[in-house]
């Protein structure tokens, strides 16, 4: 019965290219071998055996090919996106208007925008290849003929089983993702994230490792960082309050702290340090038996701890030359 209804068809013919090849429009190859062979058994068998094989052949190589031009492009548009980024996190006008001679070593700089942009570049291009790789191969998979239906839910289930398991740990990849492309902060940095302070040793995509003054190493999850305070970009601001005797004439200690603060500035090596002339903003607060005089110095960056220590002990040496009386703020 199959025979004789494709024998009724107009293109099943025997001695035609179209019954040998079986294929009612027969491939160019095909049909060349007809041509030269005018032979039904050996067109069949090239047809069956060879010219559907290498077509589905030629496929896989262009799906591959074309996926490999795509990721490489892809690559490319990565790398460059995330080195103009990590370059030009502001304005270059704002970066040289706002740059210090304490921002650091030109040469250190470069290397950690440098090394920023290979880690996010590193993570997108990983990213990138999956995603196009991964489509490439499941074309692949479909024109052999495989049913990719049942692939693709069995993806889908453990891919939402997999991230509502490890979604604390994809908080972190991402909140690190986005430290980096913001430069919030980087090794060398001191940082305060509320329950840990201190100086920057490593940043991963995953955790921030600091250490603080006691020399105790922090690990904290980026995901975990809900604010960062960073005293280490651009400049700093030693804020000291210097409490006396409530008695005390508050004009004379004011210039007193002036004097002292501007002696100091002028001595090296802080007159580099300190970037603006010191100044006594007057009285902070009655407290008690003392007033509380405060005086501010505009620093590098992360380095108001030497700077108030320094001013702290010359204010104690002028306040016994004038016979200042230091008191103790009540709680």
């Known amino acids: 019965m199959s025979f004789a209804v494709a024998s009724s068809l107009p293109w099943a013919q025997d001695g035609t290219p179209e019954a040998a090849c079986g294929d009612s429009t027969p491939t160019t190859a095909c049909r060349l071998v ?23 052949l030629s496929k ?173 970009q651009n400049w700093g601001r030693a804020v000291l309050d210097i409490p006396v005797d409530i008695h005390e004439d508050t004009e004379k200690v004011k210039e007193i702290l002036q004097s002292t603060a501007d002696e100091m500035v002028a001595d090296g090596p802080w007159n580099d340090i300190v970037l603006e002339e010191p100044s006594v903003w007057g009285v902070q607060a009655l407290a008690g038996d003392a007033i509380v005089i405060r005086v501010v110095l505009k620093t590098a960056p992360g380095r108001q701890g030497d700077v108030a220590r320094e001013l702290r002990e010359r204010v104690k040496r002028s306040f016994d030359e004038a016979g200042v009386t230091v008191a103790t703020p009540a709680p």
């Not at 920023?116 to 998979?141: D, E, N, P, Y």
């Open 60 to 232: 896989i190589i262009l799906t591959f090919v074309i996926a490999l031009i795509v990721r490489n492009l892809a690559h490319r548009m990565i790398s460059k996106v995330t080195m103009q980024m990590a370059e030009g996190t502001m304005a270059e006008k704002v970066r040289e208007r706002s740059r210090t001679v304490f921002d650091g070593n030109p040469v250190l700089l470069n290397k950690r925008r440098a090394q920023r942009a290979q880690t996010l570049g590193s993570v997108l291009r990983s990213i990138a290849s999956i995603v196009i790789m991964g489509t490439a191969a499941f074309s692949i998979l479909g024109s052999i003929g495989l049913n990719i239906a049942p692939i693709l839910a069995s993806a889908s289930v453990i891919g939402v089983a997999v991230g509502f398991g490890a979604q604390n740990i994809v908080k972190d990849f991402l909140a690190g993702l986005f430290m980096l492309l913001e430069d919030q902060y980087g090794v060398g940095d001191i940082i305060d994230v509320g329950g840990a302070k201190g100086t920057v040793e490593a940043v991963t995509l995953r955790v921030t490792r600091m250490r603080d003054v006691n020399g105790v190493v922090w690990y904290v999850p980026n995901g975990e960082i809900k604010k960062v305070g960073n005293e280490s």
């Open 34 to 56: 007809w041509n030269i062979s005018h032979n039904s058994g050996f067109t069949k068998f090239y047809a069956d055996w060879l010219d559907a094989p290498l077509g589905t």
